[in-house]
Protein backbone atom coordinates (compact mmCIF):
# COMPACT_ATOMS: atom_id res chain seq x y z
CA UNK A 1 0.00 0.00 0.00
CA UNK A 2 1.67 2.78 -1.12
CA UNK A 3 1.17 5.37 1.60
CA UNK A 4 2.44 8.92 0.18
CA UNK A 5 -0.16 8.31 -3.05
CA UNK A 6 -3.22 8.03 -0.67
CA UNK A 7 -4.92 11.02 1.21
CA UNK A 8 -6.10 9.24 4.21
CA UNK A 9 -3.05 7.33 6.38
CA UNK A 10 -3.44 3.71 7.37
CA UNK A 11 -5.30 5.04 10.98
CA UNK A 12 -8.05 6.71 8.88
CA UNK A 13 -11.14 4.61 10.48
CA UNK A 14 -9.56 4.70 13.43
CA UNK A 15 -9.44 8.68 13.60
CA UNK A 16 -13.17 8.50 12.60
CA UNK A 17 -14.17 6.06 15.35
CA UNK A 18 -12.76 8.71 17.94
CA UNK A 19 -14.73 11.93 16.34
CA UNK A 20 -11.39 13.00 14.86
CA UNK A 21 -11.66 16.28 12.89
CA UNK A 22 -9.91 16.00 10.15
CA UNK A 23 -8.27 18.67 8.28
CA UNK A 24 -6.17 18.69 5.05
CA UNK A 25 -2.30 18.45 6.32
CA UNK A 26 1.18 17.55 4.49
CA UNK A 27 -0.65 16.14 1.61
CA UNK A 28 -3.49 13.96 4.09
CA UNK A 29 -6.43 14.17 5.89
CA UNK A 30 -5.24 14.54 9.38
CA UNK A 31 -6.79 14.79 13.02
CA UNK A 32 -6.60 18.22 14.38
CA UNK A 33 -8.37 17.09 17.70
CA UNK A 34 -10.43 14.25 18.75
CA UNK A 35 -13.97 14.83 20.86
CA UNK A 36 -12.14 15.73 23.88
CA UNK A 37 -10.68 19.12 22.18
CA UNK A 38 -7.03 20.22 22.07
CA UNK A 39 -7.04 21.92 25.72
CA UNK A 40 -8.05 18.18 27.27
CA UNK A 41 -5.84 16.55 24.84
CA UNK A 42 -2.77 18.87 25.73
CA UNK A 43 -3.37 18.02 29.99
CA UNK A 44 -3.82 14.68 29.38
CA UNK A 45 -0.39 14.36 27.65
CA UNK A 46 1.33 15.92 30.28
CA UNK A 47 -0.37 13.83 33.29
CA UNK A 48 -0.53 10.91 31.64
CA UNK A 49 -0.45 9.19 27.88
CA UNK A 50 -1.27 10.43 24.61
CA UNK A 51 -1.20 8.31 21.29
CA UNK A 52 -0.43 10.50 17.80
CA UNK A 53 -0.74 9.43 14.58
CA UNK A 54 2.55 11.31 12.82
CA UNK A 55 2.22 8.47 9.55
CA UNK A 56 2.57 11.79 7.18
CA UNK A 57 6.01 12.12 8.42
CA UNK A 58 8.88 10.44 5.91
CA UNK A 59 10.20 7.31 7.03
CA UNK A 60 13.42 7.25 4.62
CA UNK A 61 15.99 4.21 4.75
CA UNK A 62 19.62 5.05 3.72
CA UNK A 63 22.10 1.88 3.49
CA UNK A 64 25.59 0.79 1.62
CA UNK A 65 28.92 1.43 2.44
CA UNK A 66 30.39 4.94 3.52
CA UNK A 67 26.71 6.19 4.06
CA UNK A 68 27.35 7.95 7.56
CA UNK A 69 30.24 9.66 5.79
CA UNK A 70 28.20 10.31 3.12
CA UNK A 71 25.38 11.62 5.00
CA UNK A 72 27.82 14.51 6.88
CA UNK A 73 28.09 16.00 3.32
CA UNK A 74 24.70 17.24 3.78
CA UNK A 75 24.24 17.90 7.27
CA UNK A 76 26.09 19.79 10.11
CA UNK A 77 26.16 16.83 12.16
CA UNK A 78 28.42 14.02 13.54
CA UNK A 79 26.89 10.58 12.12
CA UNK A 80 29.49 8.53 12.08
CA UNK A 81 29.75 8.72 15.62
CA UNK A 82 26.35 7.99 16.04
CA UNK A 83 26.65 4.16 17.56
CA UNK A 84 24.56 1.73 16.86
CA UNK A 85 21.20 1.77 18.46
CA UNK A 86 21.14 5.33 19.10
CA UNK A 87 19.55 8.64 17.51
CA UNK A 88 20.43 12.07 17.13
CA UNK A 89 18.42 15.24 15.81
CA UNK A 90 19.80 16.52 12.42
CA UNK A 91 19.63 19.52 9.98
CA UNK A 92 20.05 19.37 6.27
CA UNK A 93 20.95 22.88 5.49
CA UNK A 94 21.23 24.82 2.13
CA UNK A 95 24.01 26.29 0.08
CA UNK A 96 23.02 29.47 1.79
CA UNK A 97 23.18 27.86 5.37
CA UNK A 98 19.77 27.82 6.02
CA UNK A 99 17.52 25.03 7.35
CA UNK A 100 15.79 23.19 4.41
CA UNK A 101 14.50 19.92 7.27
CA UNK A 102 15.21 19.00 10.27
CA UNK A 103 15.10 15.41 11.02
CA UNK A 104 16.23 12.67 13.29
CA UNK A 105 19.03 10.25 12.40
CA UNK A 106 18.99 6.98 13.92
CA UNK A 107 21.98 4.37 13.57
CA UNK A 108 19.99 0.92 13.01
CA UNK A 109 22.88 -1.39 12.62
CA UNK A 110 22.50 -2.14 8.75
CA UNK A 111 21.24 0.81 7.81
CA UNK A 112 19.89 4.41 9.28
CA UNK A 113 16.61 5.50 9.28
CA UNK A 114 15.56 9.42 8.85
CA UNK A 115 12.28 10.66 10.09
CA UNK A 116 11.75 13.99 8.35
CA UNK A 117 8.94 16.37 7.98
CA UNK A 118 5.46 15.57 5.94
CA UNK A 119 5.73 18.52 4.18
CA UNK A 120 9.35 18.13 3.34
CA UNK A 121 9.55 14.62 2.62
CA UNK A 122 9.40 14.41 -1.08
CA UNK A 123 12.30 17.15 -1.75
CA UNK A 124 14.35 15.43 1.13
CA UNK A 125 14.01 12.55 -0.48
CA UNK A 126 15.70 14.04 -3.62
CA UNK A 127 17.75 15.95 -1.73
CA UNK A 128 19.01 12.93 -0.37
CA UNK A 129 19.30 10.73 -3.44
CA UNK A 130 21.31 13.34 -5.52
CA UNK A 131 23.56 13.84 -2.75
CA UNK A 132 24.33 9.93 -1.75
CA UNK A 133 25.22 8.86 -4.95
CA UNK A 134 25.83 4.74 -5.27
CA UNK A 135 24.33 4.53 -1.77
CA UNK A 136 20.66 3.28 -1.49
CA UNK A 137 17.99 5.83 0.05
CA UNK A 138 14.43 5.06 -0.11
CA UNK A 139 11.21 6.12 1.42
CA UNK A 140 9.35 3.54 3.32
CA UNK A 141 5.67 3.24 2.09
CA UNK A 142 4.12 0.50 3.77
CA UNK A 143 4.67 1.91 7.59
CA UNK A 144 2.99 3.56 9.97
CA UNK A 145 4.50 6.22 12.27
CA UNK A 146 2.85 6.72 15.73
CA UNK A 147 4.05 8.43 19.00
CA UNK A 148 2.91 7.23 22.66
CA UNK A 149 3.78 10.80 24.80
CA UNK A 150 3.65 11.31 28.25
CA UNK A 151 4.68 10.22 31.98
CA UNK A 152 2.69 7.10 31.57
CA UNK A 153 4.08 6.07 28.05
CA UNK A 154 7.33 3.54 29.40
CA UNK A 155 4.63 2.15 31.47
CA UNK A 156 1.51 1.19 29.48
CA UNK A 157 4.19 0.90 26.37
CA UNK A 158 5.89 -2.43 28.67
CA UNK A 159 2.77 -3.78 29.06
CA UNK A 160 2.49 -4.69 25.06
CA UNK A 161 5.90 -4.77 24.15
CA UNK A 162 8.57 -5.30 27.13
CA UNK A 163 11.47 -4.01 27.35
CA UNK A 164 11.03 -0.71 26.11
CA UNK A 165 10.89 0.78 29.34
CA UNK A 166 14.77 0.20 29.62
CA UNK A 167 15.70 2.03 26.84
CA UNK A 168 17.13 5.37 27.28
CA UNK A 169 16.25 8.79 25.54
CA UNK A 170 16.96 8.53 22.06
CA UNK A 171 18.13 4.81 22.05
CA UNK A 172 16.46 2.80 19.09
CA UNK A 173 15.89 -0.82 19.01
CA UNK A 174 13.29 -3.26 16.88
CA UNK A 175 10.93 -5.44 19.09
CA UNK A 176 8.22 -7.57 18.06
CA UNK A 177 4.52 -7.31 19.07
CA UNK A 178 2.68 -10.14 17.47
CA UNK A 179 4.81 -11.18 14.88
CA UNK A 180 4.85 -7.47 13.67
CA UNK A 181 8.16 -5.94 14.21
CA UNK A 182 7.78 -2.48 15.43
CA UNK A 183 10.83 -0.06 15.70
CA UNK A 184 10.91 1.87 18.53
CA UNK A 185 12.89 5.38 19.59
CA UNK A 186 12.74 6.73 22.92
CA UNK A 187 11.63 10.37 21.82
CA UNK A 188 9.00 12.66 20.55
CA UNK A 189 7.71 16.32 20.20
CA UNK A 190 5.72 16.70 23.61
CA UNK A 191 8.76 17.83 26.26
CA UNK A 192 7.59 14.21 27.80
CA UNK A 193 9.38 11.01 28.15
CA UNK A 194 7.81 8.63 25.10
CA UNK A 195 8.05 6.53 21.88
CA UNK A 196 7.92 7.04 18.60
CA UNK A 197 7.21 3.40 16.93
CA UNK A 198 6.96 2.89 13.58
CA UNK A 199 4.81 -0.46 12.58
CA UNK A 200 3.70 -2.21 9.68
CA UNK A 201 0.99 -0.60 7.84
CA UNK A 202 -0.99 -4.17 7.96
CA UNK A 203 -0.45 -3.94 11.83
CA UNK A 204 -1.34 -0.17 12.62
CA UNK A 205 -4.73 -0.21 13.23
CA UNK A 206 -4.42 -3.55 15.81
CA UNK A 207 -1.49 -1.84 17.69
CA UNK A 208 -3.40 1.65 17.92
CA UNK A 209 -6.11 -0.16 19.12
CA UNK A 210 -3.95 -2.22 21.76
CA UNK A 211 -2.62 1.40 23.31
CA UNK A 212 -6.07 2.74 22.79
CA UNK A 213 -7.60 0.12 25.41
CA UNK A 214 -5.37 1.22 27.96
CA UNK A 215 -7.46 3.16 29.99
CA UNK A 216 -4.92 6.32 30.70
CA UNK A 217 -4.14 6.52 26.77
CA UNK A 218 -6.17 8.86 24.83
CA UNK A 219 -5.70 9.87 20.93
CA UNK A 220 -3.91 13.43 20.69
CA UNK A 221 -4.77 15.08 17.00
CA UNK A 222 -2.27 17.49 15.66
CA UNK A 223 -3.57 20.95 17.81
CA UNK A 224 -2.28 19.79 20.78
CA UNK A 225 0.79 18.36 18.84
CA UNK A 226 1.48 21.72 18.03
CA UNK A 227 0.66 23.38 21.69
CA UNK A 228 3.32 20.66 23.13
CA UNK A 229 6.15 21.22 20.86
CA UNK A 230 5.73 24.50 21.74
CA UNK A 231 5.69 24.66 25.55
CA UNK A 232 8.67 22.70 25.20
CA UNK A 233 10.43 25.26 23.09
CA UNK A 234 10.61 22.89 19.83
CA UNK A 235 11.15 24.60 16.36
CA UNK A 236 8.41 23.29 13.46
CA UNK A 237 9.66 23.36 10.17
CA UNK A 238 8.67 26.03 7.66
CA UNK A 239 7.67 28.51 10.88
CA UNK A 240 10.63 28.55 13.04
CA UNK A 241 12.77 26.86 10.77
CA UNK A 242 13.49 27.85 7.27
CA UNK A 243 15.79 28.51 4.20
CA UNK A 244 16.08 31.75 5.27
CA UNK A 245 17.33 30.67 9.18
CA UNK A 246 20.54 29.75 9.99
CA UNK A 247 20.36 26.75 12.44
CA UNK A 248 22.72 29.16 15.14
CA UNK A 249 20.09 31.47 14.61
CA UNK A 250 17.71 29.10 15.70
CA UNK A 251 19.22 28.25 18.38
CA UNK A 252 20.41 24.61 17.53
CA UNK A 253 23.99 25.08 18.03
CA UNK A 254 23.76 22.42 20.35
CA UNK A 255 23.02 20.06 17.19
CA UNK A 256 26.36 20.33 15.56
CA UNK A 257 28.64 18.62 17.46
CA UNK A 258 32.67 19.28 17.98
CA UNK A 259 34.05 17.42 15.22
CA UNK A 260 32.30 19.34 12.51
CA UNK A 261 32.88 23.01 14.20
CA UNK A 262 35.75 25.09 13.12
CA UNK A 263 38.88 23.41 14.35
CA UNK A 264 36.82 19.79 14.50
CA UNK A 265 38.27 16.75 12.67
CA UNK A 266 35.46 16.93 10.07
CA UNK A 267 35.12 20.72 10.14
CA UNK A 268 32.85 22.06 7.49
CA UNK A 269 31.93 20.00 4.13
CA UNK A 270 28.21 20.27 4.34
CA UNK A 271 26.22 22.75 2.73
CA UNK A 272 25.96 26.25 4.21
CA UNK A 273 28.75 25.61 6.51
CA UNK A 274 30.34 29.40 5.75
CA UNK A 275 27.54 31.13 7.14
CA UNK A 276 26.91 28.54 9.50
CA UNK A 277 30.23 28.01 11.05
CA UNK A 278 30.54 31.55 11.11
CA UNK A 279 27.44 32.27 13.11
CA UNK A 280 29.05 29.45 15.46
CA UNK A 281 32.30 31.64 15.77
CA UNK A 282 30.94 35.45 15.73
CA UNK A 283 27.62 34.87 17.22
CA UNK A 284 24.57 35.37 14.94
CA UNK A 285 22.97 38.44 13.96
CA UNK A 286 19.53 37.65 15.14
CA UNK A 287 18.28 34.74 17.73
CA UNK A 288 15.19 32.78 18.63
CA UNK A 289 13.86 33.20 21.82
CA UNK A 290 10.46 32.83 23.74
CA UNK A 291 7.83 35.47 24.47
CA UNK A 292 5.71 35.77 26.78
CA UNK A 293 2.41 37.85 25.86
CA UNK A 294 1.54 40.25 28.98
CA UNK A 295 -1.74 40.82 27.81
CA UNK A 296 -4.07 37.57 27.46
CA UNK A 297 -4.08 37.96 23.83
CA UNK A 298 -2.43 34.95 22.04
CA UNK A 299 0.33 36.22 19.86
CA UNK A 300 0.23 34.49 16.22
CA UNK A 301 2.79 33.77 13.99
CA UNK A 302 3.68 36.98 11.77
CA UNK A 303 3.03 39.44 14.42
CA UNK A 304 5.55 42.07 14.25
CA UNK A 305 7.81 43.01 16.93
CA UNK A 306 8.72 46.46 17.85
CA UNK A 307 11.44 47.89 20.12
CA UNK A 308 8.74 50.43 21.59
CA UNK A 309 4.98 51.23 21.03
CA UNK A 310 5.32 53.67 18.54
CA UNK A 311 9.12 52.42 16.39
CA UNK A 312 8.09 52.64 12.62
CA UNK A 313 9.88 49.64 11.80
CA UNK A 314 10.10 46.03 13.74
CA UNK A 315 12.90 44.27 14.86
CA UNK A 316 11.67 40.82 14.83
CA UNK A 317 8.57 38.79 14.55
CA UNK A 318 6.55 35.66 15.88
CA UNK A 319 6.84 32.07 14.24
CA UNK A 320 5.10 30.69 16.02
CA UNK A 321 2.46 31.22 18.98
CA UNK A 322 -0.41 30.73 21.08
CA UNK A 323 -1.72 29.50 24.02
CA UNK A 324 0.21 27.17 26.24
CA UNK A 325 -2.42 24.99 28.31
CA UNK A 326 0.37 23.61 30.83
CA UNK A 327 1.33 27.11 31.72
CA UNK A 328 -2.04 28.97 31.53
CA UNK A 329 -1.35 31.80 29.46
CA UNK A 330 -0.14 32.80 25.57
CA UNK A 331 3.44 32.39 24.39
CA UNK A 332 5.28 32.37 21.41
CA UNK A 333 8.78 32.05 20.24
CA UNK A 334 9.96 34.19 16.79
CA UNK A 335 13.42 35.69 16.20
CA UNK A 336 14.72 39.38 17.71
CA UNK A 337 18.17 40.84 17.16
CA UNK A 338 20.75 39.09 18.95
CA UNK A 339 21.79 39.97 22.22
CA UNK A 340 18.03 40.91 23.28
CA UNK A 341 17.90 40.19 26.90
CA UNK A 342 15.62 37.63 28.65
CA UNK A 343 12.83 40.48 30.14
CA UNK A 344 13.15 42.61 27.66
CA UNK A 345 9.62 44.17 26.68
CA UNK A 346 8.74 44.38 23.47
CA UNK A 347 5.45 45.19 21.70
CA UNK A 348 3.49 43.50 19.00
CA UNK A 349 1.19 44.53 16.60
CA UNK A 350 -1.85 42.77 17.05
CA UNK A 351 -4.77 43.47 14.82
CA UNK A 352 -3.29 47.44 14.82
CA UNK A 353 -2.73 47.60 18.63
CA UNK A 354 0.82 47.56 20.08
CA UNK A 355 0.91 45.13 22.92
CA UNK A 356 3.55 44.49 25.09
CA UNK A 357 5.47 40.72 25.23
CA UNK A 358 8.30 39.89 27.55
CA UNK A 359 11.39 38.31 25.86
CA UNK A 360 11.10 34.35 27.85
CA UNK A 361 14.08 31.47 27.93
CA UNK A 362 13.38 28.17 26.41
CA UNK A 363 11.53 26.18 27.28
CA UNK A 364 8.42 27.32 28.49
CA UNK A 365 7.60 23.71 30.19
CA UNK A 366 10.75 22.07 31.46
CA UNK A 367 11.32 17.83 29.65
CA UNK A 368 11.04 15.51 31.36
CA UNK A 369 13.36 13.00 29.66
CA UNK A 370 14.44 9.37 31.06
CA UNK A 371 18.41 9.73 30.14
CA UNK B 1 -34.52 33.53 20.68
CA UNK B 2 -33.41 34.52 17.08
CA UNK B 3 -30.23 33.27 15.22
CA UNK B 4 -27.84 34.95 12.42
CA UNK B 5 -26.24 32.83 9.73
CA UNK B 6 -22.81 33.94 11.57
CA UNK B 7 -23.75 31.71 14.22
CA UNK B 8 -25.02 34.34 16.87
CA UNK B 9 -28.12 33.75 18.99
CA UNK B 10 -29.95 37.50 19.95
CA UNK B 11 -32.46 37.46 23.05
CA UNK B 12 -34.49 40.61 23.02
CA UNK B 13 -36.12 41.60 26.12
CA UNK B 14 -38.02 44.94 25.90
CA UNK B 15 -35.51 47.54 24.14
CA UNK B 16 -31.74 45.71 24.94
CA UNK B 17 -30.74 42.86 23.00
CA UNK B 18 -28.68 39.84 24.21
CA UNK B 19 -26.24 38.28 22.20
CA UNK B 20 -23.97 35.57 22.29
CA UNK B 21 -22.96 32.40 20.05
CA UNK B 22 -24.09 29.45 19.81
CA UNK B 23 -23.42 25.81 21.14
CA UNK B 24 -22.61 24.79 17.38
CA UNK B 25 -19.98 27.72 17.16
CA UNK B 26 -18.30 27.43 20.66
CA UNK B 27 -17.86 23.74 19.55
CA UNK B 28 -16.13 24.39 15.87
CA UNK B 29 -13.50 27.29 17.32
CA UNK B 30 -12.79 24.66 20.24
CA UNK B 31 -11.57 25.59 23.63
CA UNK B 32 -11.74 29.76 23.95
CA UNK B 33 -8.73 31.31 25.60
CA UNK B 34 -9.23 35.22 24.87
CA UNK B 35 -11.96 37.21 24.33
CA UNK B 36 -11.65 41.48 23.65
CA UNK B 37 -15.57 43.32 23.95
CA UNK B 38 -16.16 46.09 22.38
CA UNK B 39 -16.36 49.68 24.84
CA UNK B 40 -20.42 50.31 26.18
CA UNK B 41 -21.15 53.03 24.76
CA UNK B 42 -19.82 52.46 21.30
CA UNK B 43 -21.76 53.22 18.17
CA UNK B 44 -21.98 49.88 15.89
CA UNK B 45 -22.94 49.13 12.71
CA UNK B 46 -24.18 45.67 11.24
CA UNK B 47 -21.58 43.30 9.61
CA UNK B 48 -18.99 45.72 11.69
CA UNK B 49 -16.40 43.21 13.75
CA UNK B 50 -16.47 44.10 17.36
CA UNK B 51 -15.68 40.56 19.00
CA UNK B 52 -12.53 39.03 19.05
CA UNK B 53 -12.26 35.13 19.78
CA UNK B 54 -9.33 33.34 19.95
CA UNK B 55 -9.35 29.54 20.53
CA UNK B 56 -6.43 26.94 20.88
CA UNK B 57 -7.00 26.90 17.31
CA UNK B 58 -7.41 30.16 15.98
CA UNK B 59 -8.40 34.08 15.65
CA UNK B 60 -12.20 34.97 14.73
CA UNK B 61 -14.80 37.70 15.19
CA UNK B 62 -18.05 38.15 16.34
CA UNK B 63 -19.71 41.06 14.09
CA UNK B 64 -22.72 43.36 15.54
CA UNK B 65 -25.93 41.76 14.09
CA UNK B 66 -27.79 44.72 14.12
CA UNK B 67 -27.27 48.77 13.85
CA UNK B 68 -27.30 50.24 17.53
CA UNK B 69 -25.18 51.07 20.62
CA UNK B 70 -23.18 48.61 22.65
CA UNK B 71 -25.07 49.05 26.53
CA UNK B 72 -23.36 46.25 28.69
CA UNK B 73 -20.67 44.24 27.77
CA UNK B 74 -19.72 40.32 30.20
CA UNK B 75 -16.72 41.11 31.68
CA UNK B 76 -17.01 37.91 33.56
CA UNK B 77 -16.47 36.38 29.91
CA UNK B 78 -13.16 38.59 28.89
CA UNK B 79 -11.57 36.77 33.07
CA UNK B 80 -13.19 33.31 31.91
CA UNK B 81 -13.10 32.85 28.34
CA UNK B 82 -13.73 29.79 28.55
CA UNK B 83 -17.37 30.37 29.77
CA UNK B 84 -18.46 29.73 26.20
CA UNK B 85 -17.46 26.36 26.03
CA UNK B 86 -19.16 25.34 29.35
CA UNK B 87 -22.43 27.07 28.25
CA UNK B 88 -22.50 28.95 25.42
CA UNK B 89 -26.17 29.84 25.98
CA UNK B 90 -25.51 31.51 29.02
CA UNK B 91 -22.12 33.15 28.05
CA UNK B 92 -23.39 36.62 26.86
CA UNK B 93 -21.22 38.62 25.31
CA UNK B 94 -22.92 42.01 25.14
CA UNK B 95 -25.68 44.10 25.03
CA UNK B 96 -27.41 46.27 22.37
CA UNK B 97 -30.07 48.94 21.49
CA UNK B 98 -31.05 48.94 17.98
CA UNK B 99 -32.55 51.67 15.67
CA UNK B 100 -33.57 49.07 13.43
CA UNK B 101 -35.90 46.38 15.35
CA UNK B 102 -37.48 45.17 12.22
CA UNK B 103 -34.25 43.26 11.29
CA UNK B 104 -35.08 40.70 14.10
CA UNK B 105 -38.02 39.77 12.19
CA UNK B 106 -35.85 38.31 9.52
CA UNK B 107 -33.75 36.05 11.27
CA UNK B 108 -33.74 32.30 11.92
CA UNK B 109 -35.74 30.83 14.73
CA UNK B 110 -34.34 28.23 16.79
CA UNK B 111 -35.68 25.53 14.38
CA UNK B 112 -34.48 27.55 11.29
CA UNK B 113 -31.18 27.34 12.80
CA UNK B 114 -31.01 24.08 13.15
CA UNK B 115 -31.63 23.21 10.15
CA UNK B 116 -29.15 26.05 8.84
CA UNK B 117 -26.26 23.90 10.58
CA UNK B 118 -27.47 20.65 9.77
CA UNK B 119 -28.68 19.23 13.15
Known amino acids: ?371 | MKYTEEHEWLDAKDEVITIGITEHAATQLGDVVFIELPDVGREVTKGEEIVVIESVKAASDISAPLDGEITEVNEALAETPGLVNEDAEAAWFFRMTTTTPEEMDGMMDEDGYKEFVGE
Open chain 1, 1 to 371: MPLDDLNDLPLAALHQEFGGKMVPFAGYSMPVQYTAGVMAEHLHTRGKAGLFDVSHMGQIVVRGPGAAEALECLTPISVVELPEGRQRYALLTTDTGGVADDLMVANRGDHHLLVVNGAMKHADLRLLQAGLPGIEVSMLRDRALLALQGPLAAEVLDRLVPGVAEMRFMDVGTFDWLGAPLWISRSGYTGEDGFEISVPAAAAIGFAQALLGHADVLPIGLGARDSLRLEAGMPLYGQDLTPDISPIEAGLGWAIQKVRRTGGARAGGFPGADRILADLDNGPSRQRVGLRPQTRAPMRAGVPLYATEDAAEPIGIVTSGGFGPSIGAPIAMGYVPAGTSTDAVLYGDVRGKRLPVAVADLPFHQPRYVR
